[in-house]
């Protein structure tokens, strides 16, 4: 691994980066603001979850709840209906917990170690809230980050290793620059997003190659090195579309199901197993963490309903909390 750049270049790197930002940023709408609340919202439903999937997200919730006060009164099931679809409902819950803590406390934590003691929290969140909110000189360290700085600096180390990410981050504080944090650490999640890309990096857009080891070594986009690869686990799965009178025949998760408790859910073909199958309307993919589900979809009648299982309008069922998996079979059957 390179020793790492000496402090003129890393003032040399901090203009180059503030220049291209300056020309290269899109306008998103959590860029609009620095205000504590809604900078916090739009980085909990980025983790995971792409820009574009986000922002009408963002846009509703925010509408719903324009305050971290009415956020901290919403009924779960409203959160989780307003939340449904983005995935990793564990997100809207810890939202919601650490909206209670902001309440109760009188207001946002305003350093590092408050933000981090908020439910849903970690180190790259509350960099991101405590540089962008408040001005704060903490860098962030994200996916996007780390392939940046594996690259400038050639290291190959195993960016899952919490020796590696311990070394990333020491070198993203030493890059911060303290005067202009919140830009710039937007600014390297920025270049991440859209040039340093994990397998086609556009390096002659780049404003840091001149300096990128690993560009300059011809191994740009070998680097991140990830060694610990979860293998994924098929899943094959077949759900009911039950409907009578304009109503569909669904089940409600109980409290004690992990992150999808609460959330309303199709039957499958091995819980109504005296179900009559009248056609399959089509089938679809879904992935949840490590497991890949192929899904068949089928339109089917019942005689009699078992204990647990309720009618709900279809008129409704933008109000519930209902899972991603039903909404895309619903879909596919024709009833959205």
């Not at 709408?29 to 609340?37: A, H």
């Not at 890309?197 to 011809?218: D, F, K, N, S, W």
Request: aromatic content about 8%; some cysteine; glycine content about 8%.
């Amino acid at each position: 691994m390179n020793t790492g750049p000496n402090a003129p270049q890393w003032t040399r790197l901090r203009k180059a980066l503030a220049r291209w930002y300056a020309g290269a940023k899109r306008d998103l709408p959590w860029r609009r603001t620095s205000e504590p609340y809604p900078v916090w919202v739009s980085e909990i439903m980025l983790q995971q979850t792409r820009v574009a999937a986000a922002l009408p997200y963002y846009e509703r919730f925010l509408q719903r709840f324009p305050t971290v006060e009415s956020l901290a009164e919403a009924p779960e099931q409203e959160l989780l209906a307003v939340w449904s679809g983005l995935g990793y409902y564990s997100r809207a819950r810890n939202l919601q917990k650490a909206a209670r803590q902001i309440v109760a406390a009188g207001g946002f934590p305003r350093t590092f170690e408050g933000l981090r003691e908020l439910a849903g929290i970690g180190d790259y969140t509350a960099a991101a809230v405590a540089s962008i909110s408040f001005g704060l000189p903490h860098a962030v360290l994200d996916g996007n980050v780390m392939r940046v700085l594996t690259r400038l600096l050639a290291d190959g180390g195993d960016i899952q290793s919490p020796k590696t990410r311990a070394r990333l981050a020491a070198v993203a504080q030493e890059f911060l620059d303290k005067r202009a944090p919140a830009e710039h650490n937007q600014a390297v999640m920025e270049l991440g997003a859209l040039v340093c890309l994990p397998r086609e990096p556009q390096c002659l857009l780049c404003p840091l190659a001149a300096q990128c080891v690993a560009r300059l070594e011809g191994r740009a986009a070998g680097l991140p090195v990830k060694l610990r690869k979860q293998k994924k686990v098929e899943v094959e799965l077949a759900l009911l579309v039950v409907e009578r009178e304009g109503r569909v025949l669904v089940w409600q998760r109980g409290a004690g199901e992990g992150r999808m408790a609460g959330f309303w859910e199709l039957p499958s073909r091995e819980q109504l197993p005296a179900a009559k199958m009248r056609e399959e309307a089509g089938s679809f993919r879904h992935t949840i963490t490590h497991h890949l589900h192929t899904v068949q979809v089928f339109r089917a009648v019942v005689k009699r309903v078992p204990a647990g299982y309720h009618w709900m309008d279809r008129r409704q069922m933008g109000e519930i909390p209902l899972s991603t998996m039903a909404r895309k079979a619903l879909r596919v059957a024709g009833v959205d």
